[in-house]
Structure formats: structure tokens, C-alpha cells
């Protein structure tokens, strides 16, 4: 057979890896996927010689790419919104497969690609927009298919992971280690995507709608960052037996979905508790399989093209398949998305990580228990630090049971009407992950 033709959009990091590993592995890659994947145009605006572009036709216009008759699939790698949403679609509506690794433009204009894409009959595929060469959105879709999935939880932003390891390893601060992930290339010049949670938070509203058949919706996803983490918060944490993880959690309940990024104490043998530096995890629970982890890079030149070109090889071989027998985008038909509300934060149970900035005489602990019991908070376990006094205050440490989040609200609003015995106090949730 022919070989299939492709256009790829944005010569970046992933873009350039996409390129190497199709020519350095054609002949493997065309036994797997029944025919050859040949680059014949590649959309980008900067000229880049170390990658293999020799024979390739080059542009500077994207929709050059998705105009161009001879292509079968375009590559999206050019990030962002809206000038990807506008070539996006115009490839499909130019009755062409995408393959992208855009994770913001499928969690805010998912469900309006896949909308014309199922119109038109032609595949979109995105496993290389979650957690970079893990094939973690094929695994839930299709590894996991006979489950019903009760919760995930992941750790899918590497530039956190890498600054929690390093404030935990070597009690580094926050600013300190955000400064060397900068220079490494791991973080942004404007890191806010990464330390506040909405790059995670992009990914796992992907996860969610595979995971529990509901439409994209990360409008309603809540994001916290972890700019307000000290090396002490760390440190005890440690001491309880926790480790402190940026994750995102989508859990399935009664009531609805939560979904949700935040700082996270995970107990310290669980396995993705000792996921460190730039590594990404997903832990999935499952009805039927239980807890499956599935670990690796999140990012680099070669691990996310790796994901890339298996969508390249999934289109081409479902290339002569019926398309109303292709897989689902989001693992379920179309016609069965469920209308599973999204909880916001405050309706969601927790444990709690409490770090309570305290006047040091007596009486202080029994208030701030007296605060917590009236509310149904129930705590796990106390650690005080007296030597660490700063401006007449002393950090109380407790750990709670679970509980609502709008009763821990009430409670922290409480402590903190206590000014002249509480000053700040810093709230983290717990998650056992079994």
C-alpha cells in the first residue's frame, strides 16, 4: 500500500523528536502500523538543522499544511488556543485525521472537535497531550474498558514534581529550586501554568471525561498552586510519614465528580508518593483491575514524539476500518456521555494537613480543638515544634480525619478570627490513594 502522508505543524522540542523517531524507525514503525508514515510538509517559522528535514517540503504557514491535498494526517505541536483551534479545524473540515499533543486546546475545545470530527468521519487523537510517553489515555479507553473506574489520581506536571522533590531532598526553598527549573529549560520564563495547577489541571480533565464518560469541562476544574509550600511544610510532613505531591484527583461519588489539583500529603510507602523530579504518574482504580500505576517521562524531545507517533501508527491502521467502529474519543459513544455533574471544591471530602501559626500558652490547643469538634472534625494525629518560635508564634501541626471541604472553610475562618492567639494557617489535603 501507499504510504500514508503527513503534514507536521510546529517544529518545537516534540515536533523535532516526532521527525527523528519517524525516520530512524520507519521500517519498524510501518510493520506495526501495515504501511509507511512518510513527512512530506512541515509548517514552521524558524529553520531547524538539527533535525532531519532533508526532503520535506518546509513552509512558515500552518494552514498551508492543512490545505495541502496530498496529506492524510496533520501533526498539531504549535500550542495554545486559538490559532491551533482554527487549524485544527480546518484540517478536519479538509477531511483530514489530526494526531496533537495540545492538552489546553483539548480540555477548553475538545468537545467542539470532536463534535466535527465525528461529522466529518475522521479520527483526532491526543495521547501525547497527557503525561508526555506514558500511554496512559490508551489504557484507561482501551486497557481499562471493562472497569468502572471509581478514581484517578496523577502526578502530570513535571516542573512540580521537580521542585517538591528538591525541597524535600535537599531543603531547598520554593524560589530557589523554580529558579534553577527555569534554567534547566523544565519551567517558563511565566511559570504560572506549572506551579499553579492549570497545566495538570488541563490533563486531567482529559482523564476525567476517558475515565467517566462525561464531556470536557475545565471551567469547573479547581486548581490550587504550590507557590505557598515552605520547606518546613515539607519537613513536616516527612516526620508524619507523608510526602507532599502537586496532584490532580478525579474521583467518581454519589453526589458527582470531583475534580481537582492541589498540593497533596500521600502517605510515604504508597508507590506514586515516590515519584520524583521531572517523572509523571497516574494511579487508576478500577472496579475490576483495582490500583494500576503507570509511570514515565512526562516530557522530553523523543518521550512525548513516542506518543505521537502511536497515534500515527492508530490512525493509519484504522484508516480502512468503518469510522462508526473507530474508538470512541473519550472511550465512550458519543450519544452515552453522562451528564455526571462536577463537584466544586467545597462539596468534596478530604483529609487535611493543618500547619497553624499558634501563640505558645496554655489553653491555645484546647480553642483550636474546640473550634475543629464543633464543626464534626475529628483529628488524626498533633505534632508541636517549640523551638521554632517566629514572632511569638509556634507551628501546631495536625492531621485530620476526613471531611467536607466547606467545614474545613468554616473551621480555618474561625482559627484564624483567633487573632490574638492564631496567625496564618496553612491548609494541605491528605489522600491515602489504596
Given at each position: ?7 507536521i ?9 516526532t ?14 502500523a ?37 496529506i ?22 479538509n ?21 466535527r ?69 523544565y ?58 505531591k502537586?496532584?490532580?484527583?478525579a474521583?467518581?461519588t ?9 498540593p ?80 466544586p ?90
Open positions: 500500500m501507499n504510504p500514508v502522508k503527513v503534514g505543524c510546529g517544529l518545537g522540542t516534540v515536533g523535532g523528536g521527525v527523528n523517531v519517524l525516520k530512524r524507525n520507519a521500517e519498524e514503525i510501518a510493520r506495526r501495515g504501511r509507511g508514515i512518510e513527512v512530506v510538509q512541515i509548517a514552521t517559522r524558524t529553520p531547524k538543522p538539527q533535525y532531519q528535514t532533508t526532503g520535506i517540503t518546509m513552509t512558515d504557514d500552518v494552514f498551508a499544511v492543512a490545505s495541502n491535498p496530498e492524510d494526517i496533520v501533526v498539531e505541536l504549535i500550542g495554545g488556543y486559538s490559532v491551533a483551534r482554527e487549524l485544527v479545524l480546518k484540517a478536519i473540515d477531511g483530514k485525521h489530526v494526531v496533537t499533543a495540545n492538552k489546553a486546546l483539548i480540555a477548553v475545545h475538545g468537545n467542539e472537535i470532536f463534535a470530527a465525528r461529522e466529518k468521519g475522521v479520527i483526532v487523537a491526543f495521547e501525547a497531550a497527557v503525561a508526555g510517553g506514558i500511554p496512559v489515555i490508551k489504557a484507561i479507553r482501551e486497557g481499562l474498558a471493562a472497569n468502572r473506574i471509581n478514581w484517578l489520581a496523577g502526578i502530570i506536571n513535571g516542573t512540580g514534581n521537580f521542585i517538591l522533590s528538591e525541597m524535600r531532598e535537599k531543603g531547598r526553598t520554593f524560589e530557589d529550586v523554580l529558579t534553577e527549573a527555569q534554567a534547566l529549560g519551567a517558563e520564563a511565566d511559570p504560572t501554568f506549572d506551579v499553579e495547577g492549570i497545566d495538570a489541571a488541563h490533563k486531567l480533565t482529559i482523564l476525567a471525561s476517558i475515565a467517566f464518560g462525561i464531556p470536557l469541562q475545565f471551567d469547573k476544574a479547581y486548581t490550587e498552586g504550590i507557590t505557598k509550600l515552605t520547606t518546613a511544610d515539607v519537613n513536616y510532613a516527612e516526620a508524619l510519614g507523608y510526602r507532599i502537586h496532584l490532580g484527583v474521583r467518581r454519589d453526589a458527582g465528580i470531583e475534580l481537582r489539583v492541589h497533596t500529603l500521600i502517605p510515604a510507602d504508597r508507590l506514586i508518593a515516590n515519584v520524583n523530579g521531572v517523572m509523571n504518574a497516574v494511579m487508576v482504580n478500577g472496579d475490576a483491575a483495582g490500583s494500576t500505576l503507570f509511570y514515565g517521562a512526562g516530557a522530553g524531545i523523543e518521550a512525548t514524539a513516542s506518543a505521537v507517533v502511536a497515534d500515527l501508527v492508530d490512525v493509519v491502521r484504522a484508516l480502512t476500518t468503518d469510522p462508526t467502529n473507530r474508538v470512541p474519543h473519550l472511550a465512550f459513544q458519543p450519544d452515552s456521555l453522562s451528564d455526571h455533574p462536577i463537584l471544591i467545597t462539596d468534596c471530602e478530604s483529609a487535611y494537613y493543618l500547619r497553624i501559626q499558634a501563640k505558645d500558652r496554655p489553653g491555645v490547643l484546647a480553642q483550636v480543638a474546640s473550634i475543629l469538634s464543633e464543626r464534626g472534625i475529628n483529628i488524626e494525629s498533633i505534632m508541636q515544634k517549640e523551638v521554632e518560635e517566629q514572632d511569638g508564634l509556634v507551628p501546631m501541626i495536625l492531621v485530620t480525619h476526613r471531611v467536607a471541604e466547606q467545614r474545613m472553610n468554616d473551621a480555618i475562618a474561625a482559627l484564624e478570627a483567633l487573632n490574638d492567639v492564631v496567625g496564618n494557617v496553612v491548609r494541605i489535603r491528605v489522600e491515602q490513594l489504596n
